[in-house]
């Protein structure tokens, strides 16, 4: 049995300690730091291939790797490549979360380190980036999640627990869907009795790098999550802050569509975004858009609740309730991407799990 503790915060880098039920997925959290201005382009630039890793075989970092590297190859949005550097800051704070979330010296995960802790490696994400050898003109983001354990984990329950949940939120879905093109992953473990549940505390950390404007779809293509015919679909939203929907107590999985909006003045706005069973039954849901495509929508858009977050090519629809298990749904897009018309439909089944 697993308690999941998740910290999901997002550019800002705020922190918040969230508890799951046993046997849900992982938590997260995510954060970006530029260290040089990206310019724009508008044409497609995806990595359709990358080296073989290097971690070890079945590892929780190569499952996690070839996880990531599926889910964003069907989504078509490119692959990343592993960065030996990344793999070394990522090590560093996954050992410094499961080590002091696991002794009380934290009360959540962060991005920011405190140089009088234990396992302490470098201040943020870019720093600690850098410290590792990542170039000075690298962006770099950052993802985390922890899991409390009774035993000993494997590399299996690690990988569960570590990507999942990302996939299964707006904001954290946003970055480790972003045009991000290299990736190092870290675990850590450590004494976690100081906690009222005790056990193992288990952390990973991916650390992502883009050099310019990163990995750019066609300007004609269109990517969303979940996936077309994907299944075992979890069935409502993983807890996140900030939060994208504060007024609701149990969101449905969050559905996002994607386009470029490499270059400045992009959008994607929203003139229908429905959600239906295979019965015919419309589900009630919110759809949520940045604030810059608010003016071109449909009147019954909402502009993200926590400016700045969403980047300017994505809209979202949340269920306002946790979806159906084992259940098919269809989910229909139409808007334009800077006044050209996108329409898309697609299907996806859910699975048992809340989350």
């Keep these: 049995m697993k308690k999941n503790i998740s910290a999901l915060t997002a550019i800002s880098f705020a922190t918040v300690l969230a508890l799951s039920a046993c046997g849900g997925g992982g938590g997260g959290s995510s954060g970006q730091q530029t260290s ?9 630039s995806l990595q359709t291939s990358v080296a073989t890793p290097t971690y070890a ?15 964003r190859q069907s989504m078509g949005v490119g692959l990343l490549a592993q960065d030996a550097a990344l793999d070394t800051a ?5 050992l410094y979360l499961a080590t002091n979330v696991g002794n009380g010296s934290i009360p959540a995960l962060t991005h920011t380190e405190v140089s009088s802790n234990a396992a302490y490696y470098g201040d943020t994400p870019l720093s600690r980036a850098q410290k590792a050898g990542v170039a000075s003109t690298e962006s770099v983001g ?36 972003d045009t991000f093109q290299t990736i190092g992953i870290g675990l850590g473990s450590a004494d976690g009795s100081h906690l009222v549940a005790g056990g193992i505390m288990n952390a990973c950390t991916l650390d992502f790098g883009r050099t310019a404007s990163g990995q750019q779809m066609p300007t004609t293509a269109i990517a969303h999550v979940p ?5 075992n679909v979890f069935l409502q939203m993983f807890p996140e802050t900030p939060n994208p929907a504060p007024d609701l107590t149990t969101p449905g999985r969050p559905i996002m569509v994607r386009v470029n909006a490499a270059n ?25 858009v940045p604030s ?56 996806f089944t859910t699975g048992t799990q809340q989350l």
């Design 36 to 44: 040089a201005a990206a310019p724009a382009t508008n044409s497609g």
């Design 57 to 71: 075989s079945s590892s929780m970092q190569a499952t996690t790797f070839a996880q990531i590297n599926s889910y």
């Design 142 to 177: 950052e993802d985390v999640a922890a899991w409390l354990l009774t035993s000993a984990s494997t590399p299996s329950v690690d990988a569960a627990n570590c990507l999942p949940s990302l996939l299964d939120s707006v904001y954290h879905l946003v970055g480790a869907t």
């Design 264 to 288: 400045q003045g992009d959008v994607l706005t929203v003139t229908s975004f429905t959600l239906t069973t295979s019965s015919g039954s419309v589900v009630p849901t919110r759809i949520i």
């Design 90 to 94: 990522a090590n560093a704070h996954a």
């Design 292 to 347: 810059q495509a608010l003016a071109g929508s449909t009147s019954s858009a909402t502009a993200d609740v926590n400016s700045g977050e969403l980047p300017a090519g994505v809209a979202f629809l949340l269920p306002l309730a946790p979806l159906s298990a084992s259940t098919t749904y269809t989910v229909s897009f139409s808007g334009a991407r800077d006044s050209t018309p996108v329409n898309v439909t697609w299907s």
């Design 227 to 231: 996936l077309s015919n994907e299944t």
